[in-house]
């Protein structure tokens, strides 16, 4: 072999191997952010499941508090087992912000690692039409965002709607 063909030869294999490395980080990319976003999905479907298990009066006197420092707290427990509190304080309600760290792993000492932060606001809107005999209801919003660092710092943001009724639907 010349010089020139070992050349040609480590160029071609440089070339590849690149592109090899690049592949695999654009797939582990994908991944995490899968594990990331599912993460994100769980925690506001439980915060959305909490709040359609409340009784309606409390879920309709919520939904009419449209202050921008809500009066009706939301009994929810966060994923750890405590109430929740709104960011910067005060009672957390109709449009209030809250925010959770969670661990998504643990190191073999069993302590938590993989800290990210995950926010969510629930939104409740009236349905009560001014005419009687036709059912009302509230609709329910979970606005939740998620941010993570994988290289690059990207956020994650979704939503939850329901709508629960004065109607029984069993």
Avoid: C, K
Avoid at 2 to 13: D, F, H, K, Y
Avoid at 33 to 48: D, K, R
């Amino acid at each position: 072999m010349t010089l020139t063909e070992v050349i040609v030869a480590m160029s071609l294999l440089s070339i590849l191997a690149v592109s090899t490395i690049s592949i695999t980080f654009q797939i582990r990319s994908t991944a995490e952010q899968a594990i990331y976003q599912n993460t994100a999905l769980t925690l506001a479907q439980g915060y959305m499941e909490q709040i359609r298990h409340l009784d309606y009066t409390t879920l309709r006197t919520v939904s009419q508090d449209s202050s921008s420092t809500p009066a009706v707290a939301l009994p929810l427990e966060n994923a750890s087992g405590g109430a929740i509190v709104a960011v910067g304080g005060g009672t957390f309600g109709n449009g209030s912000w809250s925010n959770e760290s969670i661990y998504l792993d643990q190191n073999a000492a069993g302590q938590a690692i993989q800290r990210v932060p995950f926010e969510f606001r629930p939104v409740f809107t009236s349905l009560e039409t001014v005419t009687s005999n036709v059912a009302s209801g509230v609709e329910i919003v979970v606005f939740y965002r998620i941010t993570y660092n994988f290289g690059v710092v990207r956020t994650i943001n979704g939503s939850l709607r329901s709508v629960r009724s004065s109607v029984p639907t069993y």
